[in-house]
């Protein structure tokens, strides 16, 4: 156990629709990643906050978006969802988001759009 | 980022020990080399990771060759609970991103 929560862990939902995927760091862990993890693209990261600020972006769809509230948790909002959207959505945090930080994973959202 | 090169797949008795070779040729002074696992479709779980020096810790040992082009992870007695991809990341501590760039890994079988 990583001490990284998610929620929920399965999330099955319809085209054209839209979800929220949450996070809850480690204790003490300032900064949150996000990443996807598809069939044929591998894990992939989409996006940093540390402290509320994002920090880092990488192939994040406009259609995605996310945040991270003062108590740390983070959410991360997927809409106009299309059928390539399916995939594990993980989360990691760190202590400081520095470049020798440690990430620990969740055990991730599993997302089915229909 | 450098990058990394690991064989696809890897098979290993039970109660032996796997050696996970990692190729990262084009590694510099400034980049780390990091090891994660993911079993099975759970989030990936952090090993070691190191500079130069061979690193042990609980979960295994880190073994780079002295021109840091490649490196090798030790599972010292692996057990059917390690039967998952291994990732071989390299990460620049001082221009990289904070991101973690994971390639295809290594899928490793513990065979009873």
């Known amino acids: 156990d990583s001490g990284v929560t998610q929620t929920p862990k399965h999330l099955i939902t319809a085209t054209g629709q839209r979800v929220t995927l949450r996070c809850s760091p480690r204790?003490?862990?300032?900064?949150v990643y996000w990443y996807q993890q598809s069939l044929d693209q591998g894990l992939q990261f989409l996006i940093q906050?540390?402290?509320?600020?994002?920090?880092a972006k990488g192939n994040i769809l406009e259609r995605f978006s996310a945040q991270q509230f003062p108590d740390l948790h983070s959410e991360l909002n997927l809409s106009s969802l299309e059928l390539g959207d399916s995939a594990l959505y993980f989360c990691?945090?760190?202590?400081?988001?520095?470049?020798?930080?440690?990430?620990?994973f969740g055990p991730g959202t599993r997302l089915t759009v229909l | 980022d450098a990058k990394t090169t690991q064989p696809p797949s890897m098979d290993c008795a039970e109660g032996r020990a796997a050696n996970l070779p990692c190729n990262h040729s084009?590694?510099?002074?400034?980049?780390?080399v990091y090891w994660y696992r993911q079993i099975h479709s759970q989030g990936p779980q952090y090993i070691i990771h190191?500079?130069?020096n061979n690193e042990t810790n609980e979960m295994a040992s880190l073994i780079i060759t002295e021109d840091r082009k490649s490196s090798t992870l030790i599972l010292p007695h692996a057990t059917l609970r390690d039967t998952a991809v291994y990732y071989c990341?390299?990460?620049?501590?001082?221009?990289?991103?904070?991101?973690?760039?994971f390639g295809q890994g290594t899928r490793l079988t513990i065979n009873p």
């Open positions: 990691a945090s760190s202590v400081t988001g520095g470049f020798t930080d440690t990430q620990y």
């Open positions: 204790s003490g862990d300032l900064s």
């Open positions: 906050y540390y402290n509320g600020e994002e920090r």
């Open positions: 084009t590694i510099s002074g400034n980049e780390y």
């Open positions: 190191g500079l130069k």
């Open positions: 990341i390299v990460r620049n501590i001082i221009q990289g991103a904070q991101k973690l760039v």
